[in-house]
């Protein structure tokens, strides 16, 4: 039976041939399939180009999951409220809506606590981590990685 870090090293492994696949269809140029050369009066090459273009968006996202995974941790500290009312690690980084965040939470699902991705948001009165409302922020141990999620 595989354990974890047997799959992570295939999903590494897979990533390097998503990054070759999104290189050869021009997604990695363009953000989109539009490098390619297509007949626009092909009804067949229309479904193609649509279709793959689902694809590619997809893979696109899969290979961003998989380098964030990869990438090393370069603090892991607590929160605390700076002046103008949002959470900062002790090295300075900041979270505010939207902001994505690795968090260590526990829930009536896990017997043990765990590292989450999830999002910061705001009530009106404080932060808050979505789908984890009754954790509070200030004191809540993070991590945070060389690089920020694909999508802050």
Sequence with gaps: MADLQTVLSEAIKLNRNIEQFLKFSTYTDYDD???????????EQLLLL?????????????????SYLTRPVIEESRLSKGTAGKYRTAKGHCYDCT???EAFVSDKYHDVPYWAITSVEHNGKD???????DIPMKGLRVRVRTQPWPWQ
């Design 33 to 43: 399939l539009s490098g390619l050369d297509i007949d626009f009066t092909d009804g």
């Design 50 to 66: 649509d279709e793959l273009r689902r694809i590619t968006e997809r893979l696109a996202d899969i290979q961003d999951y998989i």
């Design 99 to 101: 902001s994505v965040i």
């Design 127 to 133: 932060y808050y981590l979505v789908g984890h409302k």
